[in-house]
Antibody, heavy 120, light 114 residues
Framework: QVQLRESGPGLVKPSETLSLTCTVS????????WTWIRQPPGKGLEWIGY???????DYNPSLKSRVTMSLDTSKSQFSLKVTSVTAADTAVYYCVRVSGDYTARPFDYWGQGALVTVSS | DIVMTQSPDSLAVSLGERATINCKSSQSLLYRSNNNNYLAWYQQKPGQPPKLLIY???TRESGVPDRFSGSGSGTDFTLTISSLQAEDVAVYYCQQYYSTPRRTFGQGTKVEIK
């Protein structure tokens, strides 16, 4: 059974960088697309971007200037960085698997989520 | 961007009764070359991540009870819970995976017991 687990600081100061890592177990990290999705408290879901073990990531245009995603197959991990954070970046961040090696597929495995609060 | 609009925002249904959630996309999600609708439904219970219920608009994910069904094509889709159970209390989201690369979700529909 594929499992995903997010890790990283739960509190980030405004203007600093949010960094999260997702560890994948129970399956290969290669041959699938991986994504981050966030959910502000009490609100809906926002897709952040995709990463794959080859090629360049794709990002939500609304966040593209501040987001970097990367993947390390040797560690079965992928990561997210969001720079210059504000209170609007406070959310539960989910790492998620796309159900195939093509982005036009649904999201089939989700981590439990990591709450990141932006506050001084 | 493709905008996904769900209706209603919330609904209360008696146990054993039918619940119907609608989802409308701002452009067609039907890919004519394979006749597939690039639309998924997710269920999110309080304090949990979303769970994939339905993909290709009408295909149930493995392990999902058959009281959940999806229908529709093009721009109009429906998620139906044929006989609401207590464990179905959740927020339900539709999501399009047609538009590359950006994926968008509906705003969510909260289902409660009447």
């Amino acid at each position: 059974q594929v499992q995903l687990r997010e890790s990283g600081p739960g509190l980030v100061k405004p203007s600093e960088t949010l960094s999260l890592t997702c560890t994948v177990s129970g399956g290969s990290i290669s041959n699938y697309y991986w994504t981050w999705i966030r959910q502000p408290p009490g609100k809906g879901l926002e897709w952040i971007g995709y990463t794959f073990y080859t090629g360049s990531p794709d990002y939500n245009p609304s966040l593209k200037s501040r987001v970097t995603m990367s993947l390390d197959t040797s560690k079965s991990q992928f990561s997210l960085k969001v720079t210059s954070v504000t209170a609007a970046d406070t959310a539960v961040y989910y790492c998620v698997r796309v159900s195939g090696d093509y982005t036009a597929r649904p999201f089939d495995y989700w981590g439990q989520g990591a709450l990141v609060t932006v506050s001084s | 961007d493709i905008v996904m609009t769900q209706s209603p925002d919330s609904l209360a249904v008696s146990l054993g009764e039918r619940a119907t959630i609608n989802c409308k996309s701002s452009q067609s999600l039907l890919y004519r070359s394979n006749n597939n609708n690039y639309l998924a439904w997710y269920q999110q219970k309080p304090g949990q991540p979303p769970k994939l219920l339905i993909y290709w608009a009408s295909t149930r994910e493995s392990g999902v009870p058959d009281r959940f069904s999806g229908s529709g094509s093009g721009t109009d889709f429906t998620l139906t819970i044929s006989s609401l159970q207590a464990e179905d209390v959740a927020v339900y989201y539709c999501q399009q995976y047609y538009s590359t690369p950006r994926r968008t979700f509906g705003q969510g529909t909260k289902v409660e017991i009447k």
